[in-house]
Structure formats: structure tokens, C-alpha cells
């Protein structure tokens, strides 16, 4: 008899084959916005390109942007690219979408609060279109599972950025993404290489929370002019050089521009020496801290 058990279960061990390491990611998840808090909700300072990897193009662009821009009508309703959405102030629902037949998951959905745009992830193997392809905001995306962690790999960016204070993102633009649960927790780790404008690949991180209550609202937007502007108006501060607001950052922190202005050398810990050299003895106090919670 228990010969007879022992062979029954090893049948259907062999029907059921090895257990799937996927996690089950649907659902409605809260930001945590205990990263970046002041980036990810007020917006960086005009003039704050500290330890961004970008190249001289970037930085000309950031110089001469001007936020103005998003009250120009056509700017209005754009929504965040796939790369800089998880990184604004807006909650998440993630759904799937499931093969009839073999029940197994065909694609992954994600849907931000800020402006509802949707994002399909592929998990069917597809190949990405051609570089000559449509680029949108939430581009092309293929995911594989490695181990629980989903791994998503994005082609077909429109230009966008990834600060919101002027620092571009090339259509050229690539994002690798990796999607790890933890219990009731949901870490979202970015990477964006940019060959246009930035010297090394970009990381992020976010935490989200289960929150099987949330219900994320319709986000309507309708352009509108907000203020009054010559027809054909381009917001910019051309030539470079002429946007006033570009040193506020630098004095306010007593951080001299050559670090202001970024660039990858500044992501490693060995550029404390040459910043100890580069700070005056005595920094400005500019406030407290935020709260990380």
C-alpha cells in the first residue's frame, strides 16, 4: 500500500514539474515615499544636477530648460514616462492578463495614479519591434522571470527625463527594471542607459506597500491656457548662460557649480576627497531635514 502512495505522488510530481519561483505582484500598491522624499514630491531645486551621471549635452539642455514649460498647453496633460513614473507622487495597480487555455500569465499591466497611463509588460516571449518603430511614453516592454525577481527590459522611449528639473532622456534610451516582493512589500529598482546623455546607467530604487483598500481615482486632464503667451511661445533661457535662477542651488548650500553640475565621478565614495577640498570650511544652514516617513 505504501508503495503503491509512494508511486501516486511521484506521479504527480512529475505531471505538476518544478515549482515556479513567479510572485503574484497584482494589485493596488501605496508609494512609500521614505526615498528621495523631497525630489519625488516638491521637485529638485533649479540648478541641482548633483551626482547625476549626465555628459556636457545634458547639462546644456538642464541649463537652459525652463519650467514654464509645463504651462504651455500642448505640455499640459503629458504624462510621466515609463522610466520616471514610478519616481512621481502616485500610487500603483498592477493586474495580468492570462493565456484562456494554460492560464499562464501573458503580460503585466501597470497603471499610475498620476495620470492613469497604463504600461503593458510582455512575459510571452515576443521580440521588441523594430528601431523604427512608434516610441510612446510607456514604450515597449518584455519581462522574464529570474528566480521571484522580474526582470523588464524597455525599448521605445519618446524623449523624456529624469529629473524635473531639466535633465533629458534620449529617445535612444533604454530601461532595465527589476521587480522583487517581499511579503506585502514590492521594491521597484530602476536602471536607465542613455547613450545621448548620460555617461553610466542611471539607478533608482522605490518601495511600495500592499494596500488591497486603495482605490485609485480617474485622473481627467484638460489643457487649458493658463497664462497669456504669444502664439508660437517656446519656454526656454537660450542663449546658455541667461536663466538667473541656475546659482540659487549653489548658494544656498555653499556648493561651489563644479559640483552642482554633476557627473558620474560623484557617485563613488572616493570623490569625498576631492569634495572636502571643493566645500568652503563653513556650509550655509538651509533648514532641517525632511522626515523620512
Same mark, same amino acid.
Given at each position: 500500500m505504501q508503495r503503491r502512495i509512494a508511486g501516486g505522488l511521484l506521479a504527480l510530481a512529475l505531471i505538476a514539474g518544478p515549482a515556479s519561483a513567479e510572485l503574484d505582484l497584482t494589485g493596488a500598491w501605496g508609494q512609500k515615499m521614505h526615498e528621495d522624499r523631497l525630489d519625488r514630491g516638491g521637485g529638485p531645486d533649479i540648478g541641482d544636477f548633483t551626482a547625476l551621471p549626465i555628459n556636457d549635452a545634458a547639462l546644456l539642455r538642464a541649463q537652459t530648460w525652463d519650467a514654464n514649460k509645463w504651462s504651455v498647453p500642448e505640455?499640459?496633460?503629458a504624462p510621466h514616462p515609463a522610466d520616471y513614473g514610478p519616481h512621481g507622487p502616485a500610487h500603483i495597480r498592477i493586474w495580468t492578463?492570462? #493565456?484562456?487555455? !494554460?492560464?499562464? /500569465? /501573458?503580460?503585466?499591466?501597470?497603471?499610475?495614479?498620476?495620470?492613469?497611463?497604463v504600461r503593458t509588460i510582455w512575459? #510571452?516571449?515576443?521580440?521588441?519591434? !523594430?528601431?523604427?518603430?512608434?516610441?510612446?511614453?510607456?514604450?515597449? !516592454?518584455?519581462? /522574464?522571470?529570474d528566480g521571484d525577481t522580474l526582470v523588464v527590459k524597455t525599448t521605445h522611449l519618446k524623449e523624456g527625463w529624469i529629473r524635473r528639473n531639466g535633465i533629458p532622456r534620449s529617445a535612444n534610451g533604454k530601461l532595465t527594471e527589476f521587480l522583487i516582493r517581499h511579503d506585502n512589500v514590492l521594491t521597484w529598482v530602476s536602471a536607465v542607459e542613455d547613450p545621448v546623455y548620460l555617461t553610466e546607467p542611471y539607478v533608482r530604487s522605490w518601495n511600495w506597500v500592499l494596500a488591497p483598500g486603495l482605490w485609485i481615482n480617474p485622473y481627467t486632464c484638460a489643457a487649458r491656457v493658463e497664462v497669456e503667451r504669444p502664439q508660437g511661445f517656446v519656454a526656454h533661457w537660450l542663449p546658455p548662460g541667461m536663466n538667473p535662477m541656475l546659482k540659487e542651488f549653489s548658494d544656498k548650500t555653499g556648493f561651489p557649480t563644479q559640483v552642482t553640475n554633476g557627473g558620474a565621478n560623484q557617485l563613488y565614495p572616493e570623490?569625498? +576627497?576631492?569634495?572636502?577640498? +571643493?566645500?568652503?570650511?563653513? +556650509?550655509?544652514?538651509w533648514g532641517e531635514p525632511a522626515s523620512p516617513f
Open positions: 505640455h499640459q496633460c492578463t492570462t #493565456d484562456p487555455n !494554460s492560464f499562464k /500569465v /501573458v503580460a503585466y499591466h501597470i497603471m499610475l495614479g498620476w495620470m492613469n497611463p512575459l #510571452d516571449g515576443r521580440p521588441h519591434p !523594430s528601431p523604427n518603430a512608434p516610441h510612446t511614453w510607456e514604450g515597449f !516592454s518584455t519581462g /522574464v522571470w570623490y569625498q +576627497l576631492e569634495l572636502k577640498k +571643493l566645500l568652503p570650511a563653513q +556650509l550655509p544652514q
